[in-house]
């Protein structure tokens, strides 16, 4: 494209031919992390394209991806649906800011509304900011509506809310918080699914003159090891926040948009939440986040709370398109069959190597292959013998190897998964 071309104000889209997209002629892993900060274990491949439920490296090798960009590739890769939303959106409007309304923002938010409890969107970026935004509701709903001047959030062990200081702060793990202390006053931390434990933190707060604000869980613990929640603890849990005026908010980032086999994590449960939050799947790998809530509250007015993509047509218009696939393609059904396909298999798996192995766990898609603790061997080395046969797998903790699929996979994939795990579990035992 000349320079020309893209100082116009003319849309070069229909005139000119697309540009070449630059090669990557060598990929060095050494000259990249000289340039990007090593903030990840990056496994030693770099992947260039992909279809469906496969993706393909730079060297042309094949993998079968139940990793789905951790969980987010909802329609997997290049779906014909994600292609069209893309381009069409990119070729209308991608970008204007908050300052002025936003129709596909409008439209979500009204999908949004209109499958689920909630009655209000906002929209940002990522969960961590999706999270930080439920607990700047929460901390406001406590100060006008309750005359909480200190709120506490509770929050799980094991837990996992996102990184940034407030939600890595709520995030109930000491390897993340590590180094990065003075954390955010205001957070206690339970043990998940116990509800004893609950009542007493909450008792011991109220006599000590902290007052409980609101309690924030994940549906299914994803990155603590997919440790599923208890559809009684939770329900016990809903008469209690209303008994007390607790608000209750869950962490649907993960397990929200069909990844359990319903379209929210908490349907499974049979609790509703207050407050919920989604990112991940949400837009099926383009970055969007949303937080939801009740209208009773909805008590961010005009300046409270703001965010410059967030809600942009871009990422609405697309994130649309993969809620209206979800319904028109009955993707739950293929969510629960091909989960329980799934399961059924790794549990054999788990008898047969069963020295290594105690047993499967999960909903839907997300499930977890979980190893023995007396053993020495670790989720990481089963994902790295699975790669070097084909397969992307991700850990969910040293203990723990999670299975995300996309929501499209098909039950040949999943046989294959099955096979590849089988041979890597042979190798290593
Ligand atoms: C991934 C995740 C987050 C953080 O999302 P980001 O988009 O990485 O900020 C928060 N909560 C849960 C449950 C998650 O799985």
């Known amino acids: 494209m000349s320079p020309e071309t893209l100082l116009s104000q003319q849309s070069p889209v229909q005139t000119s031919p697309a540009p070449a997209a630059p090669a990557v002629a060598v990929f060095q892993p050494e000259v990249f992390d000289q340039h990007v900060m090593t903030t990840y274990g990056r496994f030693p491949i770099a992947l260039e394209k992909g279809r469906g439920c496969r993706v393909w490296d730079i060297q042309g090798r094949e993998y079968l991806d139940f990793v789905a960009g951790i969980a987010t590739c909802t329609l997997g890769h290049a779906h014909p649906v994600m292609v069209d939303a893309v381009s069409q959106q990119i070729q209308k409007l991608h970008h204007v800011s908050n300052l002025y309304y936003i129709p596909e923002q409008g439209a979500l938010a009204q999908w949004l509304t209109e499958h689920s409890s909630a009655d209000r969107v906002f929209f940002c970026n990522s969960g961590a900011e999706a999270n930080e935004g439920a607990l700047k509701l929460a901390r406001k709903y406590a100060h006008q509506q309750l005359g909480i001047q200190e709120p506490v959030v509770i929050t799980a062990q094991a837990s ?12 109930g793990q000491p390897k993340y918080q590590k180094d990065f202390n003075p954390l955010m006053p205001g957070f206690h931390y339970v043990p998940y699914n116990d509800l004893a434990a609950m009542e007493e933190a909450i008792s011991t707060l109220d006599a000590d003159q902290r007052r409980v604000a609101a309690i924030l869980l994940e549906p299914l613990q994803g990155e603590g090891g997919v440790r599923p929640g208890n559809p009684i603890y939770f329900k016990r849990l809903r008469q209690l926040c209303d008994e007390k005026g607790i608000l209750l908010i869950f962490d649907e980032v993960q397990v929200g948009m069909g990844r359990t086999g319903n379209l929210w994590g908490h349907e499974t449960l049979g609790a509703e939440p207050d407050i919920f939050t989604l990112a991940k799947g949400l837009g099926g790998g383009v970055p969007i986040g ?80 979980v190893l023995r603790e007396d053993t020495e061997l670790t989720s990481i080395e089963i994902v790295k013998a699975a790669m070097a046969e084909g397969l992307l797998l991700v850990p969910a903790g040293p203990k723990v190897v999670r299975f995300v699929p996309p929501l499209i996979v098909a039950p040949s994939e999943v046989d294959q998964a099955l096979e590849v795990v089988d041979r890597a579990l042979a190798q290593l035992s």
């Open 290 to 369: 949303a937080m939801l809530c009740k209208r009773h509250c909805d008590v961010l007015g005009p300046g409270d709370h703001a965010s410059t993509f967030g809600g942009n047509p871009f990422v609405c218009g697309v994130a649309l398109r993969v809620c209206q696939t979800l319904e028109q393609a009955h993707l739950l059904e293929n969510v629960r069959a091909r989960g329980q396909q799934l399961r059924t298999g790794l549990r054999a798996i788990a008898q047969k190597y069963s020295a290594l192995l105690t047993g499967a766990r999960g909903w839907g898609l997300i499930n977890g292959l």
């Open 160 to 171: 996992f809310h996102g990184r940034t200081l407030a939600t890595v702060t709520a995030t």
